[in-house]
T-cell receptor, first 112, second 112 residues
Framework: DTEVTQTPKHLVMGMTNKKSLKCEQH?????MYWYKQKAKKPPELMFV???????INESVPSRFSPECPNSSLLNLHLHALQPEDSALYLC???????????FGEGSRLTVL | AQSVTQPDIHITVSEGASLELRCNYS??????LFWYVQSPGQGLQLLLK??????LVQGIKGFEAEFKRSQSSFNLRKPSVHWSDAAEYFC??????????FGTGTRLQVTL
């Protein structure tokens, strides 16, 4: 199994809503990542979890709240988002110390 | 500062023609190097990687890349392009396993 599964694939939310993006992998990877990608741009790193602990936060606004309940799951909790937060949110995982990432297909978020 | 440069924003090739996508990096030491491909609305897929050793690396889908230390380059090549190769291609590098630096991407269009 070499898949990273992200749900939902599409999400539309208002600025006052609370929603969550979910990511799951069963490759035994111990590092998991959230990236944000705007149209025609490369992915931008948001958070990195290593062994279920947050190791990197790229100065992301607190309206984005990551959570790693176990080594296979990664969530991104969303609250009070702005329209400019509309983007493709990509989850990825990797074996430690390789830099080789396996990406999910992403969750397309639209904030109204 | 660490950076990855992809000089070509958009390239168009005919099906069956050869392809070369350029990538240059600026790092203090030789980083780990990667090429990823992204089809529209999809996540990123790893094409190939270079860690050390043989400077010509083979990847999936018939792609190869050559690492040239003297030119700080890691160009991607394919002898004969197929229409299904049309996508966005990202070169990436990392000096530490947790943070990839992506280039701005090259959009490949294939004409029939």
């Amino acid at each position: 199994d070499t898949e990273v599964t992200q749900t939902p694939k599409h999400l539309v939310m208002g600025m006052t809503n609370k929603k969550s993006l979910k990511c799951e992998q069963h490759m035994g990877h111990r590092a998991m990542y959230w990236y944000k990608q705007k149209a025609k741009k490369p992915p931008e790193l948001m958070f990195v979890y290593s062994y279920e602990k947050l190791s990197i936060n790229e100065s992301v606004p607190s309206r984005f709240s990551p959570e790693c309940p176990n080594s296979s799951l990664l969530n991104l909790h969303l609250h009070a988002l702005q329209p400019e937060d509309s983007a493709l949110y990509l989850c990825a995982s990797s074996l430690m110390n390789t830099g080789e990432l396996f990406f999910g297909e992403g969750s397309r978020l639209t904030v109204l | 500062a660490q950076s990855v440069t992809q000089p070509d924003i958009h390239i168009t090739v005919s099906e069956g023609a050869s392809l070369e996508l350029r990538c240059n990096y600026s790092y203090g030491a030789t980083p780990y190097l990667f090429w990823y491909v992204q089809s529209p609305g999809q996540g990123l897929q790893l094409l190939l990687k270079y860690f050390s050793g043989d400077t010509l690396v083979q990847g999936i889908k018939g792609f190869e890349a050559e690492f040239k230390r003297s030119q700080s380059s890691f160009n991607l090549r394919k002898p004969s392009v197929h229409w299904s190769d049309a996508a966005e291609y990202f070169c990436a590098a990392t000096g530490t396993a947790s943070k990839l630096t992506f280039g701005t991407g090259t959009r490949l269009q294939v004409t029939l």
